[in-house]
């Protein structure tokens, strides 16, 4: 009994001795990785003005990251109302990804990005938009396509005020009509 008790104890000593090893360099990656400090799942955040609603925004999930690069990213995609007078609809942007950066006063949608700009019935496509919160400005300087019944617009960028005001198609290149008949 004494001879299996001695057993367990060297067991355990050597396994203590040999488990207390830190490779130096896969801490210093372990630290260098930046962790979340918030997450939310279903969001629904809406931003009033006078107590009037000026935009809403929908998101799966929200992940926001403090230093030492501050940003909030929407690894699920975004769905953005932007509201007119009357709580009336605007626009809407929706994204597959998006990220915020705040220190740049940036907020950048990418992925099967569509623009609906209800005044016009104008419906935009695009990969890439960036909304410039200081200036305030929306802009693409990528291939855009925008649809308006049978009306289809191409070209080579997109840029709006951020209240949707005047939302033009940078460097047209070309439209084309069709009749359903």
């Not at 930046?34 to 279903?42: C, E, G, V, Y």
Request: one cysteine or more; a negative charge.
């Amino acid at each position: 009994m004494q001879y299996k008790g001695s057993i367990i104890l060297s067991l355990t000593a050597v396994l203590c001795l040999t488990s207390c090893r830190n490779d130096m360099k896969e801490v210093q990656q372990f630290a260098q990785q930046t962790f979340p400090a918030q997450s939310i799942t279903d969001a629904l955040i809406t931003q009033t003005e006078s107590g009037v609603s000026q935009l809403t925004l929908e998101a799966p999930q929200i992940v926001m990251f403090n230093a030492p690069n501050e940003r909030t990213v929407y690894p699920k995609g975004i769905f953005l109302k932007v509201h007119g007078s009357h709580d009336s609809l605007k626009a809407t942007i929706q994204a597959g990804y998006a990220i915020s950066i705040e220190s740049k006063h940036l907020m950048e949608a990418r992925d099967s990005v569509v623009v609906i700009d209800y005044s016009t019935g104008d419906t935009s496509y695009l990969q890439h938009i960036v909304w410039n919160t200081n200036k305030g400005i929306i802009y693409s300087n990528h291939p855009v396509r925008s649809v308006n019944g049978s009306r289809v617009t191409y070209g080579d960028g997109f840029l709006s005020d951020e209240n949707f005001t005047d939302p033009q198609i940078v460097r047209q290149r070309g439209t084309i009509e069709w009749n359903d008949q």
